[in-house]
């Protein structure tokens, strides 16, 4: 975890008025710890992913919560299916495979 | 504890000058110089580190990329971060939609798999895992006539692969049939799990029901409704012949006994409301005739009607 004007220094090109109004749209969550955030890894790299669709890809400040948005539901789908991937995986060979051979061709 | 920059190595701001850059190298590397610090390994160690951060600000290629994180401080490629593993991983649920993907959407899955989850018929133990088969949904729709006397239907699963249904005279709409045994196989000599078949009934343009009975509106002419007839009428094992009683009129309603809901034990009637149809309102004939008529039979139809 590491505060503000670490991040700052770590992420070099991260303007800090930027950062700070990216946080109040709630694009990055940091934990509030008193009067100073804290950035758990997952937040830094969120960080980098923002910073990257919205200079790299020239994605703007209206269209972007929505490419977050999107990513947020992809990556909260697989983990759900990662969950219900490993709770099959917990099973005996024989349910395993039965779903296995229940499964349609996915094309 | 956070790995010192460059710029902090040699003690100056990230946008000094080269000439900044230079001094400020001088001056820690004659402090710091092994030769001038025999004996002194920290000093040595910080020796080194000066070099090293000169040796990348001084270079103004090298020091664009660093600025532009590209390399790290010691000049390596830095690695490409990725987001994913971190939005995978342990502390990704913090950006998860709420409320839209949760344990309940999990379990909804779950129940789609049917009871092998270990609901009813799971079993574990030595003799290994024996699970029902999953139980399958269907909808079918009916007309009003089918539901009535009750009826045989084949549901197309794939043309391979069909259903033969008994729909049961009077069955409800929206009422769900079970059909045993042909779900999804058992898993483990499990038996397998049932068809549930949702059916619909829709609504006829003639009959409507009412309870076990069936009700429906027959038009009659104005000559029926005085004099008395026999007309066919629908019902719902087929037409019959029906007496319209002289001196009928709108309104009055007739029953065709067992001509309802076709149940084994005690099926419902048939009720049948005539509405008088004149037919021929513009007839010269008819309007002379009522002429006559109409004064030696003075009547108020709507003296029953409510005061407004």
Redesign the interface.
């Known amino acids: 975890m ?1 505060a503000l004007d ?1 991040l700052l ?5 991260l303007d800090r008025r930027e950062l700070i109004q990216w946080v109040e749209n709630r694009w990055v ?1 940091p934990e509030q710890s008193g009067n100073t955030w804290l950035f ?3 937040d830094v ?2 960080v ?2 923002i910073q990257e669709i919205r200079h790299e890809f020239a994605v703007d400040d209206e269209a972007l919560p929505i490419v977050l ?1 999107l ?3 992809v ?6 299916l ?3 991937c490993d709770a099959l995986a917990a ?2 060979e ?2 395993q495979q ?1 779903i296995r051979s ?1 499964l349609p061709p996915s094309r | 504890m956070a790995t010192e920059t460059p710029y902090e190595i040699l003690g100056v701001k990230p946008n000094a000058s080269s000439d900044e850059i230079r001094k400020a190298y001088r001056k820690l590397a004659k402090q710091l110089h092994p030769d001038l610090n025999p004996g002194k390994p920290e000093a040595e160690a910080r020796f080194k580190a000066v070099s090293a951060a000169y040796d990348l600000l001084s270079d103004a290629e090298k020091r664009a990329r660093y600025d532009r994180g590209e390399i790290d401080e010691t000049g390596a490629e830095r690695p490409r971060y990725s987001y994913r593993p971190h939005a995978e991983g342990a502390e990704g649920w913090r950006y998860q939609p709420q409320g839209e993907m949760d344990l309940s959407d999990l379990e909804d899955l779950f129940a789609a798999f049917g009871s092998a989850g270990g609901g009813r018929g799971g079993r574990r133990g030595g003799e290994g895992f024996r699970a029902r088969g999953i139980d399958r949904t269907f909808t079918m729709t009916v007309d009003l006539v089918d539901a009535a006397k009750g009826d045989k239907k084949r549901l197309s699963l794939s043309p391979e692969e069909w259903l033969d249904v008994t729909i049961p005279a009077g069955i409800e709409d929206g009422q769900v049939l079970r059909l045993r045994g042909k779900g999804g196989p058992g898993f483990g000599g499990g038996e397998p799990g049932d068809a549930l078949i949702e059916v619909h009934v829709a609504p006829h343009a003639v009959f409507s029901r009412d309870g076990n009975d069936i009700r429906m509106e027959l038009p009659v002419s104005l000559a029926e409704a005085v004099l008395g007839a026999r007309v066919s009428v629908p019902t719902v094992t087929g037409p019959v012949t029906m007496s319209i009683p002289k001196g009928s009129d709108t309104g009055t309603v007739l029953r065709l006994r067992g001509k309802g809901i076709q149940r084994r034990a005690d099926p419902g009637d048939q009720y049948v409301t005539l509405n008088v149809v004149i037919g021929y309102p513009g007839d010269p004939e008819l309007a002379e005739f009522i002429e006559k008529w109409a004064p030696t039979h003075p009547s108020d139809q709507r003296r029953g009607m409510p005061p407004l």
């Open positions: 590491i670490e220094r770590r992420l070099r090109g969550l758990h890894e997952v790299a969120r980098e992913l948005d990513l947020d539901q990556y909260g789908l697989r983990r759900q990662r969950r219900l099973q005996p024989e349910v039965a229940a």
